[in-house]
Nanobody
Framework: QVQLEESGGGSVQAGGSLRLTCTAS???????LAWFRQAPGKEREAVAR????????YYSNSVRGRFTISQEAAKKMVWLQMNSLTPEDSAMYYC?????????????????????WGQGTQVTVSS
């Protein structure tokens, strides 16, 4: 069983930066880990994904060039560095994971690809 815990959310002004952390427990080798976000009244949106160990990275068009996903495999931690934040980035951010075979079989940006989810951390960007 894999458990995921997000941290690092908070409030920041537009143009600022935040770094989110996802800490995993359980077996996550040969897994992929992703960040999603959901704002009130909006659909859940994939933000980024990294393939554990292999390092392949994926980004949504809305964050590419501003956000960076990275990992520390030994510590079972994945980070999302968010720069040049705008109010449109305000949302609850969720960490998600799945065994790699399931990741390969699914679409990286589809929530149903991921088996495990964290509880989320709130990011609020003010103008």
């Amino acid at each position: 069983q894999v458990q995921l815990e997000e941290s690092g959310g908070g409030s920041v002004q537009a143009g600022g930066s935040l770094r989110l952390t996802c800490t995993a427990s359980g077996y996550v080798d040969d897994s992929c880990l992703a960040w999603f976000r959901q704002a009130p009244g909006k659909e859940r949106e994939a933000v980024a994904r990294i393939d554990y160990g292999g390092g392949n990275e994926y980004y949504s068009n809305s964050v590419r060039g501003r956000f960076t996903i990275s990992q520390e495999a030994a510590k079972k931690m994945v980070w999302l560095q968010m720069n040049s934040l705008t109010p449109e980035d305000s949302a609850m951010y969720y960490c998600a994971a799945s065994p790699y075979l399931e990741c390969r079989a699914g679409t990286w940006s589809a929530g149903e690809t991921y088996r495990y989810w964290g509880q989320g951390t709130q990011v609020t960007v003010s103008s």
